[in-house]
C-alpha cells in the first residue's frame, strides 16, 4: 500500500516538474502580450487621428453657418443630401460640419454641460446657435461627421462610445481648457464645429477649432 503511495506521488511530482516547462507566467494587465488581444484604448485611438487626420477633415468639409441657415429656410434637414452626414448610412442622427463668427452673448456653466450663445455675423434669423463649452459635450456630432471613422471598425458598441468621449475629452483639453470663460462674453469668436439636427429652432455645436477675436 505504502509502496502504491510512493509510485503515485512520485507521477505527480514529475507531471508538476514536465508541465512547468509549459506554463508562461504573465503579469497582471499584460495579458495582451501573450494572446495578442490587447486592450483597446479610445484615448490613443483618437489623439493618432486628430491632428493629422480628423481637423483637416472637418476644415475642407465645413459649411459657412450664416449661409446654411438662410438656405436652409427652417428646415435643417432639407440639406441633408448637400451637407449632412447620417450616422448609419441613410438613417441615424443627421450631422453636418460648419464655421462661423459670432459674437458671444451669453454663457451657461450652471450644468456640466456648458455652452455660450453666439450673435452670429451674417444672420438675423430665428434659430439660436450655441456652441458647447464642456465639461460634459451632448451628442456625438463630430465622431458621425468623420467619414474614416465607421462602427463597423470598432469591436463593440462600448468602444464606438468611447470613441467620442474620447474626441470630447481631447476638444475640452486642447481647446475649451485654453479659452478664458470668465470675460469670453461680449467677445467674437471664429468657429469651426458639428452639430446633429434635434431641433429645428435651436442647434448645438461641439466646436473643433475655436478663435477668440
Not at 481637423?55 to 446654411?68: Q, T
Not at 471613422?149 to 467620442?164: C, F, L, M, P
Not at 469668436?189 to 442647434?203: L, M, W
Not at 448645438?204 to 477675436?213: A, D, G, R
Amino acid at each position: 500500500m505504502k509502496k502504491r503511495v510512493l509510485i503515485v506521488l512520485i507521477a505527480c511530482l514529475l507531471m508538476a516538474f514536465f508541465m512547468t516547462g509549459c506554463v508562461k507566467v504573465v503579469q497582471i494587465g499584460h495579458e495582451g502580450d501573450l494572446t495578442g488581444d490587447v486592450a483597446f484604448n479610445a484615448a490613443d485611438n483618437v489623439a493618432g487621428i486628430w491632428q493629422t487626420k480628423a481637423i483637416p477633415e472637418l476644415e475642407k468639409k465645413a459649411v459657412d453657418l450664416s449661409g446654411f441657415l438662410k438656405d436652409s429656410n427652417g428646415d435643417l434637414k432639407s440639406l441633408a443630401g448637400k451637407y449632412g452626414k447620417y450616422s448609419m448610412g441613410d438613417k441615424g442622427e443627421l450631422s453636418y460640419v460648419v464655421k462661423g463668427k459670432g459674437q458671444v452673448t451669453a454663457v451657461n456653466r450652471e450644468k456640466k454641460a456648458g455652452f455660450m450663445t453666439l450673435k452670429l455675423d451674417g444672420y438675423d434669423g430665428p434659430v439660436v446657435v450655441q456652441l458647447q463649452i464642456g465639461s460634459v459635450y451632448k451628442g456625438s456630432a463630430v465622431r458621425d461627421s468623420l467619414t474614416f471613422i465607421k462602427y463597423e471598425d470598432y469591436k463593440n458598441q462600448v468602444d464606438w462610445a468611447k470613441i467620442s468621449q474620447s474626441i470630447h475629452d481631447i476638444i475640452n483639453s486642447e481647446l475649451i481648457a485654453k479659452q478664458d470663460l470668465d470675460t469670453i462674453q461680449g467677445k467674437s469668436v471664429s468657429f469651426v464645429g458639428c452639430f446633429s439636427v434635434n431641433n429645428q429652432k435651436e442647434i448645438l455645436i461641439t466646436p473643433v477649432e475655436l478663435t477668440v477675436q
